[in-house]
């Protein structure tokens, strides 16, 4: 059979991996004590130094009343040298801070933060949201090490917020890949595990960063969970494309993948089509390749009249009325005393191509009793049979004990049969 034409090594993308954006981390940090009414004035009961009331009373008064607070930018140092003991410079850190918000300047906004946090006199309550302010704001800054080693702080204070998700982007930003998706890993564990959703943001971003990087475990199982945790005919395309991309499968291994793809609705290029056609071959499975010729015709991806499709069309019709006369023999020959794994797998083979999943599992099942099988290969086409039939309990089960090459495929069938069996989203897909 003719090749098709050529093709470029990565398979196209619905979604514009590459250029995913950081997710959500961008918004302006609003640190709580210093929202709060009043707190601009020191506490009574708190030990300031009387060099410090004198700097932090007339600021604090033009702050207070909306004066001139532009100007008050030039009498911060004097304020912060003034500022000894830690009650002083809580309050100088919520002035500062406050000044940095009138004035939307960045540096007194993080400078006053800092104050607020190195002074040891936040509460148990207010420590956690404003250590994670403060890492908003040196991510904003793009000062990637500070908004890491801020983040880490707040989490170890008992935020939570989504804090694993900027620790994450500070790698990302810097171009460590890996490090970063672990740190997304926890985020997501953390999400499933509280019964919340995972946001689809946060699965295309490790995905994109995972597959940028050449991370090809982390990437398969980050395409596994999109099309898991947001099953559509885009989610499954790009789960499979990415396992196609990374694994280079061909011959028998790409045809179940593809088959997968056909039962997810996700064939969605003539060259899906095509390779799906080349994978079948109409030589040997006739009646399959002639459901996909019509399908993809009828989905407008393949031309009836290209030389590749009618070659393969005109064969496959020339042979279907042949092969089903022999199916008898095939199921007599497979049934037989002393017959081997690969008579059972073929005559497997022969009945999943035509629709008979039940017959198929019975044959599939009598392959894996007798030496020499393909194991990996009979176990994934008996847990895509049990599918068929509606067993995806079972299925799930068939595909969980495939391993080697196989394993990745299995894993994107086990994720389809859950879906199909209605059952909850793990954090294992």
């Not at 170890?156 to 998700?165: H, S």
Request: glycine share 6%.
């Amino acid at each position: 059979m003719p090749k098709f034409r050529a093709a470029p090594s990565r398979l196209a993308f619905a979604v514009a991996l590459a250029t995913s954006a950081a997710v959500g981390l961008t918004a302006t940090a609003t640190p709580a004590v210093a929202q709060k009414k009043g707190k601009e004035q020191p506490a009574a009961k708190a030990k300031y130094s009387k060099e410090f009331i004198a700097a932090y009373q007339p600021m604090s008064k033009v702050v207070q009343e909306n004066g001139d607070v532009a100007s008050l930018s030039a009498q911060i140092p004097a304020l912060v040298a003034a500022a000894t003991t830690p009650d002083d410079k809580l309050a100088a850190g919520q002035l500062i801070y406050s000044i940095g918000a009138k004035t939307d300047t960045v540096s007194l906004q993080r400078q006053g933060l800092d104050m607020m946090l190195d002074s040891g006199q936040l509460s148990a309550e207010a420590l956690p949201s404003n250590t994670f302010a403060a890492a908003q704001l040196a991510y904003n800054d793009k000062d990637w090490a500070t908004a890491r080693a801020r983040a880490e702080q707040a989490v170890a204070a008992g935020y939570k917020g989504d804090a694993e998700l900027l620790i994450a982007e500070t790698y990302f930003a810097q171009d460590q890949a890996q490090a970063g998706v672990q740190i997304l890993d926890k985020a997501i564990a953390r999400k499933v595990s509280a019964g919340e959703a995972v946001p689809e943001a946060w699965i295309k971003r490790g995905l994109s960063q995972a597959y940028q990087a050449d991370l090809t475990p982390e990437s398969l199982k980050y395409a596994a969970m999109y099309a898991q945790y947001y099953p559509s005919a885009t989610s499954w395309g790009d789960a499979i494309a990415v396992q196609r991309n990374l694994s280079d499968y061909e011959g028998q291994e790409l045809l179940d993948l593809l088959r997968l793809a056909q039962r997810a609705g996700a064939l969605r290029y003539e060259r899906d089509y095509a390779d799906y056609i080349t994978a079948a071959d109409a030589r040997r499975l006739p009646g399959e390749t002639q459901r996909i010729i019509e399908a993809g015709i009828a989905a407008g991806l393949l031309k009836g009249n290209d030389v590749f499709v009618s070659e393969a069309r005109t064969i496959a019709s020339g042979r279907v009325k042949a092969d089903l006369a022999d199916l008898p023999g095939l199921e007599r020959d497979a049934r037989a005393s002393g017959a081997t794994a690969a008579t059972a797998t073929a005559a497997g083979d022969a009945f999943l191509s035509y629709q008979q999943p039940a017959k198929a599992e019975e044959f599939y099942t009598l392959a894996l009793s007798r030496p020499g099988v393909d194991t990996p290969r009979v176990l994934t086409r008996l847990g895509i049979a049990q599918l068929d039939q509606g067993k995806a309990t079972e299925a799930q089960a068939t595909f969980a004990k495939v391993e080697g090459a196989r394993a990745a495929i299995a894993r994107l069938w086990g994720v389809y049969a859950q879906q199909k069996g209605g059952a909850a989203a793990s954090t294992t897909p």
